[in-house]
């Protein structure tokens, strides 16, 4: 049980585009979801905390409008990179919450060329 | 606010040995969970163990147990009988209860090499 799945595992985009990156719970309900970021050979960064049926919750120094979250139901949250850059090259990886702790996803790496 | 410290950057061990991992926390509340998670090539997060903070017993999973140290804040993780596929970056997180937002800080993480 609590399985995480993130989609898509990875994604090469055009600069000024926008990527969603999809996060589901698939044998258990998550009204909290968690979006991080992870650079190279360094920790997890958490970007915001992801409410269902809120507004998500930013972590300082994220834009909000650049990194879109929507929460819309208890098994998906979707983060959305809006106008990417190459600076936005990253790891994104999210979890969620469960009765026993959180559950991650496998990770999306996103490169913008 | 509540900080998490490896101070180990990499650590080796020997296959079948024993090896431990360190990890301190900075907190001022009570009530918070600690996890061990395992992050492999794939970079897959996976939870090894977790202890509460009100537990006084060590958590146990096997190959795996912590040192929980409550009053020296300290929470290290012990492999037993390493395995190749032990090897990994490792994260210790903190999780706070009080806050109710149950947002885990993870400290920088520890490359485990295990050799044959």
């Known amino acids: 049980g609590a399985v995480v799945s993130q989609h898509p595992s990875w994604v090469i985009c055009k600069s000024g585009t926008s990527v969603k990156i999809e996060c589901r719970s698939l044998?258990?309900?998550?009204?909290?979801m968690f979006w991080y970021r992870q650079f190279p050979k360094q920790s997890l960064m958490l970007m915001a905390t992801?409410?269902?049926?809120?507004?998500?919750?930013?972590e300082q120094g994220v834009e909000k409008d650049k990194f879109l979250i929507n929460h819309a139901s208890l098994t998906l949250s979707t983060l959305t990179v809006t106008s990417a850059h190459p600076e936005d090259s990253s790891f994104y990886i999210c979890?969620?919450?469960?009765?026993?702790?959180?559950?991650f996803g496998q990770g999306t790496r996103l490169t913008v060329v | 606010a509540q900080t998490v410290t490896q101070s180990q950057p990499e650590m080796s061990v020997q296959e079948a040995e024993t090896v431990t991992l360190s990890c301190t926390y900075d907190?001022?509340?009570?009530?918070?969970?600690l996890f061990w998670y395992k992050q492999p090539p794939s970079r897959q997060m996976i939870l090894v163990i977790r202890?509460?903070?009100?537990?006084?017993q060590n958590a146990t999973e096997n190959r795996f147990s912590v040192n929980f140290q409550k009053a020296a804040k300290s929470f290290s993780l012990k492999i037993s009988d390493s395995q190749l596929g032990d090897a990994a970056m490792y994260f210790c997180?903190?999780?706070?209860?009080?806050?109710?937002?149950?947002?885990?800080?993870f400290g920088t993480g520890t490359r485990l090499k295990v050799l044959a």
């Open positions: 979890s969620a919450r469960a009765l026993t702790g959180a559950f």
């Open positions: 044998d258990f309900q998550a009204t909290t």
């Open positions: 992801s409410n269902e049926g809120s507004k998500a919750t930013y």
């Open positions: 907190t001022s509340e009570s009530d918070y969970y």
């Open positions: 202890q509460e903070a009100y537990k006084q």
């Open positions: 997180a903190y999780r706070s209860e009080a806050s109710g937002t149950y947002k885990y800080i």
